[in-house]
């Protein structure tokens, strides 16, 4: 099944981004550390051409720990920088300066060789919806300067935040479209509230939670909803879930979508906690 944007909202992001990107040095791209490959946008690498590029993945709270180390160890491998943090917790301001003059190095020498005083770095934050694009400016500003629910128009002036004297911020973070033509990347932003539940089958994405749940973390599955099992089977772990959060209908049979409903509220909530929804040995 192949679902897009709406053409006319990508077509503007892109040229949206496009046009801010001129006015930068490098880009900042945040993925979800939940979720490293598939909160990634496939065609950013297009768009920033030749321009440096940081990708900071965000929810390192959410992680979970183990997994995020085995994405370490895999993005390492390809001799890449990895960042993993907490938007809310780390000190982002310190992390982001130090990781961008290390990627703007090669050009400061450059300038300083030159006789060049480098200038303040110019960069972007981009990334999917609810990456955390806005907490991470706030927290860079140490005050709201975006709305969590910004979006960039083509007519918006630009204007800049000074982080440190050698790094500025765009202002206005850079939203990018997912990609969700394969069903497991879309099930996975699902999941982690990329993108909006009623955009793919509730019944796709919460069997695709809840075998995940069973495979990887049966611990969890099994203290908060009751459900134990070797095998997956949807229906019955369904009516596990429904009796156990007593959601029964008329003639003793559970309510199905309220039991959905109540998983992916779980998940917005994080009441599961710790949870990596994608792991590197599907990438190896
Ligand atoms: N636990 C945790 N929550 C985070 C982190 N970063 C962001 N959030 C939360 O994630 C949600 C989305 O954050 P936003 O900053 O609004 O995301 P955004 O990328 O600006 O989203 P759009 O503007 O919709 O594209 C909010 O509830 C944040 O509080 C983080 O590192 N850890
Ligand atoms: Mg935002």
């Known amino acids: ?74 993005f390492e491998k390809d001799g890449q920088t990895v960042i993993f943090i907490d938007s809310q917790k780390d000190n982002v301001k310190k992390i982001l300066l130090e990781n961008c003059l290390k990627v703007m190095d090669a050009k400061i020498q450059r300038d300083l060789r030159r006789g060049i005083h480098p200038r303040a770095i110019r960069a972007m934050i981009v990334g999917i919806p609810n990456v955390g694009k806005s907490t991470l400016i706030n927290r860079l500003a140490k005050r709201k300067v975006v709305d969590v629910a910004n979006r960039p128009g083509v007519t918006q002036s630009i204007k800049w935040l000074t982080v440190d004297k050698r790094l ?16 497991k990347i879309g099930n996975r932003l699902a999941l982690t509230s990329a993108i909006k539940e009623q955009i793919l089958p509730i ?45 029964i209908m008329a003639e003793n049979e559970v309510d199905k979508r309220r039991t959905m409903a109540a998983f992916m509220a779980d998940l917005r909530q994080d009441n599961l906690k710790s949870i990596s929804w994608e792991r590197p040995d599907e990438y190896l």
């Open 203 to 247: 019944e796709q994405v919460v069997a695709f939670g809840l075998e995940y749940l069973l495979n990887h973390y049966p611990k969890i599955l099994n203290e908060r909803y009751g459900v134990s099992a070797t095998e997956f089977d949807f229906d019955a772990t369904i009516e596990m879930i429904g009796r156990k959060f007593g959601f």
């Open 168 to 183: 500025d911020v765009m202002d206005t973070p850079g939203i990018l479209w997912p990609r969700f033509d394969d069903v």
């Open 1 to 74: 099944m192949t679902i897009q944007w709406f053409p006319g909202h990508m077509t503007k992001a892109k040229r949206t981004i496009s046009e801010h990107l001129k006015l930068v040095d490098m880009v900042i791209e945040l993925r979800d550390g939940r979720i490293p490959m598939s909160s990634a946008n496939p065609l950013l690498q297009e768009l920033i051409a030749n321009k440096p590029r940081l990708i900071v993945f965000t929810k390192r709270d959410m992680a979970d720990e183990s997994v995020t180390k085995q994405w370490i160890a895999y």
